[in-house]
C-alpha cells in the first residue's frame, strides 16, 4: 500500500493541534481546521511588519500581519478576517482587500494552509499592539537592519523575500495590463 493510501493515525492531539501519521509520513495540523490569513500591507512605501513572541523558536519574530480565520467559533471570511487583523495588530484599516493566493507554509511537515492578500488603501484608525505585538514600519527600498528591531529577534528573510516577489510580480502585472 502506498502512503497516499495509508489510513490516517492521530498520534496526539492538544486543544490546537494534532501529530498524524499516514504510512511512513508524519506531519502536524490544526484540530479544528482553520485556515490562516498573511496579510501584505504598505503604507506611504513603507511595510507594515508585527514583532511577537514565537514560543515554538523561543524568540521574537518580525513578520507580516496575520490571523486565523474562523477561530472565534463564527464562519468569517478571509477578507472580514484580514481586516479585523490588521487592525488588531497594528491600528490600520483597508479600503479594500486583494486576495493573492492560497498557499502551504511548510508542506513537507504542516497541513495548514494560508491565504495571502493585500491590503489597498491604508488608513491608521487606532493604537494596534493587541497581545504583545509591535507594529514595525520598513522602508520597502531597503532592508531592515539587524540591530532595528529588540535583541533576539529572527527576522523573516523569507517572509521579506517573498514579498519582494509578490511586488515585483504585481509591478510587472500592473505594466503589461497599463
Known sequence: MSDADAPRET?????????IKQGRWEYVSRTNEVRAVVILAEH???LILVEQFRFP?????????????GDEGHIADVEETALREL?????FTAERIERLGDYYSSPGMLAEGFSLVRAHGLRKVGEGGNCEVLTV????????KKNSARPRTRRANNVLQFVA????LAQRNSEAIG
Open 44 to 46: 506611504e512605501d513603507r
Open 57 to 69: 523558536i523561543g524568540a521574537r519574530c518580525l513578520e507580516l500581519p496575520a490571523g486565523l480565520v
Open 87 to 91: 487592525e488588531e495588530e497594528t491600528g
Open 11 to 19: 498520534m496526539w492531539q492538544g486543544k490546537y493541534v494534532r501529530a
Open 165 to 168: 516577489h509578490i511586488q515585483h
Open 137 to 144: 514600519v520598513a522602508p520597502l527600498s531597503g532592508s531592515i
